[in-house]
């Protein structure tokens, strides 16, 4: 059964860090990229980096860009979000996402099939 499993989320501090993991399971992440989407409380949701298994290549929001990394690890068949520099305005439910690879780069919202159940990321204090 394919299933994406965020883990991580919680409290921050402002200028602190958090590392968000994104394991897979039911697929292998070969052929896929690998993304995040954030939704705060009364905002649109908003990609915040993705990046592809087959190539390593990575793309990030310009909110995100310099402070967060993404990364994969295809051997636990996992995805990480390190973020660095948190903002209050960080605060979200973040989701891990899945789009088969193709030509278009980086993909666009209505290639993510699969979606995981989030976690809450809070950056306060």
């Known amino acids: 059964q394919l299933q994406l499993v965020e883990s991580g989320g919680g409290l921050g501090h402002p200028g602190g860090a958090l590392t968000l993991s994104c394991a897979a399971s039911g697929f292998t992440l070969d052929g896929y990229v690998i993304g995040w989407f954030r939704q705060a409380p009364g905002k649109e949701r908003e990609g915040v980096a993705c990046?592809?298994?087959?190539?390593?290549?990575?793309h990030y929001a310009d909110a995100v860009k310099g402070r967060f990394t993404i990364s994969k690890d295809n051997a636990k068949n996992t995805v990480y979000l390190q973020m660095n520099s948190l903002k209050p305005e960080d605060t979200a439910i973040y989701y891990c996402v899945r789009a088969p690879a193709s030509d278009w780069w980086p993909p666009l919202l209505q290639e993510y099939d699969s979606w995981g159940q989030g976690t809450q990321v809070s950056v306060s204090g």
């Open positions: 990046i592809s298994a087959v190539t390593g290549r990575t």
